[in-house]
């Protein structure tokens, strides 16, 4: 039985005729437990059975032979427990969710990964602190007797091999291996074809990637938030034509990769989608708050960010890495019950690093930051752009400021927002030319189930200078040490929606 036979909602009744038909020992726990979330899902749905079960209730209530007043306590509980049953209820079938979701993130349902058992998939790269390194990312269904990559700078001459290391979990039902392989001794704006896997068990296809640069030349990032399996096929589209056609070097993600949300079959969906661009371009992202399930172990598991070799997080939550003329720094902004955090050490580490970023300035003029949660937002989306944005104002703000970062970079509210240089809530002019004060941009619109987030807050703060409701992506151009373009396109025919220029003379 899978989960689409359940989508009907098989009864008990059914339950009983299945297991005296095969015989109890032989209905599994995974089935067991699906069957329990569709008939839950169809009693909460149907008001009889909810009148039905609240009666049942009332006479326990009753049978206790309570005081009056406890236990008209306790029918009132009884009367909030069954109206809330269906809000419950409505997110059994709620996307990405099914029984079968539910039972898998339970460990209840085996999730196996790969469609073999050795031979590698879900492939993306990522660079280390400079272009010197990248590391391969890949999984497969089986342990494999090693973790190799081989690459070279001819498809026919993979002359350089390297051993690498399983880093993989069990959580929420998953069944797979995680492989991460560096290359090593790159050299810059180079292209490398790379194959990954095991000799003896299987290898993938060859694959190629190009690496980045240090110092001058053009060097332009794709920057997407927010992005899942629904309404991205245009974003994805495009990246993979991008990265292939080399209008693109290098990808930032910043935050909500997948929109998992604890159901592992979706992270295995997403990174094989995603393959074709990620295999090609070093793929750089931070953690948002879809991916804070189990304590963000599928997002620290399924990435190698430069964390160690920068004296960040390991677990890929903060890095920082250069390319070109750029500093990109990476960091969270996110705590395991989804509310924003920013612990003291990373506090600490975000000003060590931006300290020896500023003392580089004449080698990387530019500093960039990317965190999922916005310092500002114009957008009437809860406490995202109030309490919240308040929190990380107050904690990272001056920081910020104080050294000088040219722009940062956030997600999370889905729609795209681009501010005046700001600080301490105000605009400290209208202009990106010599701005003395960082630029904060909101690209969050790169495609998820959740839509777009069009309440924006009216009128217009006068921090903010330009705001679209469409689902796209953006480019971060870097020409030179004096000018740095973002410009943002809309999926719809991929449309120029915004673009401004930060100048520095």
């Avoid at 059994?92 to 990964?113: E, G, H, N, R, T």
């Avoid at 700078?153 to 959580?171: E, H, Q």
């Avoid at 920068?310 to 705590?335: C, K, Q, W």
Wanted: aromatic content about 10%; hydrophobic content about 40%.
């Amino acid at each position: 039985m899978n989960e689409a036979n359940l989508r009907g909602a098989m009864g008990r009744g059914e339950l009983e005729a299945m297991v005296a038909e095969v015989g109890e020992a032989n209905i599994s726990p995974c089935v067991v437990c699906q069957v329990a979330f569709a008939e839950f899902a169809k009693i909460a749905g149907n008001k009889t059975d909810l009148e039905h079960l609240q009666e049942a209730l009332d006479k326990k209530c009753d049978s206790l032979h309570l005081s009056p007043t406890i236990t008209k306590v306790c029918e009132a509980i009884v009367n909030k427990t069954v109206a809330f049953l269906p809000k419950i209820a409505k997110f059994v079938y709620q996307k990405p969710y099914s029984p079968f979701a539910w039972c898998s993130i339970l460990s209840v349902c085996p999730v196996d990964c790969c469609e073999t058992d050795t031979q590698p998939e879900q492939i993306h790269v990522a660079q280390g602190k400079t272009y010197e390194t990248m590391t391969v990312t890949w999984v497969t269904g089986q342990p494999t007797p090693s973790t190799t990559v081989q690459w070279g700078t001819s498809p026919d001459s993979l002359s350089n091999t390297a051993m690498g290391a399983v880093r993989t979990y069990t959580i929420s039902g998953w069944h797979g291996i995680i492989h991460h392989a560096t290359m090593t001794g790159l050299k810059p704006k180079t292209r490398y074809f790379y194959r990954v896997g095991d000799p003896n068990k299987g290898m993938s296809d060859v694959m190629n990637c190009t690496t980045l640069w240090a110092g001058n030349g053009t060097m332009t990032f794709a920057v997407i938030g927010d992005m899942g399996l629904d309404n991205s096929n245009e974003t994805m589209q495009y990246l993979a034509s991008e990265a292939t056609s080399g209008a693109i070097n290098g990808i930032l993600h910043v935050g909500d990769i997948s929109y998992a949300d604890a159901y592992q079959r979706v992270w295995d969906q997403y990174l094989r989608k995603i393959q074709p661009t990620a295999s090609q371009l070093p793929y750089q992202v931070v953690p948002g708050n879809h991916e804070i399930w189990e304590g963000f172990a599928s997002y620290k598991h399924r990435f190698q960010m430069p964390g160690a070799e920068t004296r960040g997080s390991p677990g890929n939550m903060y890095y920082s890495f250069d390319a070109g003329l750029v500093h990109v720094i990476g960091y969270s902004t996110e705590s395991v019950i989804d509310t924003p955090w920013i612990s003291p050490d990373q506090v600490a580490w975000l000003q060590a690093d931006l300290a020896a970023a500023n003392a580089n300035r004449a080698n990387v003029p530019w500093i960039v930051m990317m965190g999922h949660r916005p310092l500002y937002c114009g957008t009437h989306d809860g406490p995202n752009c109030e309490q919240f944005s308040a929190y990380l104002r107050k904690t990272v703000e001056d920081i910020i400021y104080k050294a000088k970062v040219d722009l940062v970079i956030a997600g999370h509210v889905h729609n795209y927002e681009r501010m005046w240089p700001t600080y301490n809530g105000a605009a400290v002019s209208q202009s990106y030319v010599n701005p003395t004060a960082p630029v904060y941009v909101i690209n969050g619109a790169a495609g998820n189930r959740e839509g777009l987030q069009k309440n924006f807050v009216n009128p217009q703060p006068s921090w903010s200078a330009f705001r679209a409701a469409e689902f796209g992506y953006a480019h971060l151009t870097i020409a030179n040490a004096t000018a740095m373009t973002f410009s943002f396109y809309a999926d719809a025919n991929r449309v120029l929606l915004d673009e401004f220029t930060i100048v520095k003379t």
